[in-house]
């Protein structure tokens, strides 16, 4: 990551850890993540996962073989938090938001 950092321009970052979790030796900055997140954002599969404010989907359970209704809500507070009232659908709170990865730790 160290090295493809360096290819995208991200001449202040420095990455100790695989995980992206919480590392005292993990170093960047805004502008950095900015050129990193703009790249990331050009793969089709990444762009929908960060831009997706709700996912329904159901599993078989192996035991007894009923489906189990699973829902996931993004952590990303300024992506589809509000329901339109003309549309129903979901919509950021910041206009032109496409998503992305805010953290939570």
């Given at each position: 990551m160290n090295c493809y950092a360096k290819e995208l321009g991200m001449k202040d970052s420095y990455f100790d850890s695989p995980h992206g979790l919480m590392n005292r030796f993990n170093l960047s900055t805004v502008a950095d993540m900015a050129k990193l997140t703009y790249?990331?954002?050009?793969?089709?599969?990444?762009?929908?996962?960060?831009?997706?404010?709700?996912?329904?989907?159901?599993?078989?359970?192996?035991?007894?073989?009923?489906k189990t209704r699973y829902r996931w809500t993004t952590t990303n507070k300024i992506l589809g938090t509000r329901m339109c009232q003309d549309t129903g659908k979901w919509v950021a709170r910041c206009e032109g938001v496409k998503g992305c990865k805010t953290g939570i730790t």
């Open positions: 790249v990331c954002m050009k793969i089709p599969m990444f762009k929908k996962v960060v831009g997706t404010c709700r996912m329904d989907t159901r599993a078989k359970e192996s035991a007894n073989k009923v």
